[in-house]
């Protein structure tokens, strides 16, 4: 459906596209970085479900090295704000049997080109994270 209805909210064809499979990077301050592939799908109007698989690309502690390279899957679930472009999701579940990951909550901002959802991650009681992944084809 193109069609747009005289006086609607928002066209179907102009609506923000979350739903997909995203690749990208999370970095922070301390010295992670892990690869990330997103597979996002709408539950209901504005809630989202999904996972995350991480794999961990780079450790600054001497302890971890030989962890890198390791994945991990979390589970996801939240709203998706359309006016604002914003994914608000929690990990509620996660399969990671290297412990290279925590429970963690994510808001993440969606391009006006629909071609990139980017932002921050929430652990240890701060929003310190910075993700950043570009939509697949």
Known sequence: ISACLVGSEMCIRDRPKIVGVWNG????QAGYVYSCRIKLRITTRDQVS???VWILKSSP?????LLVGRQATVYLKGTFDQVHRLVSVGSYRQDDPYDIVDINEYRMYLSSDNG???GETFNDGVWQGKLSAARLE
């Open 50 to 52: 999904g996972t995350i």
């Open 116 to 118: 990139v959802l980017s």
């Open 61 to 65: 502690r001497m302890d971890e090295q």
């Open 25 to 28: 990077e999370w970095t922070d």
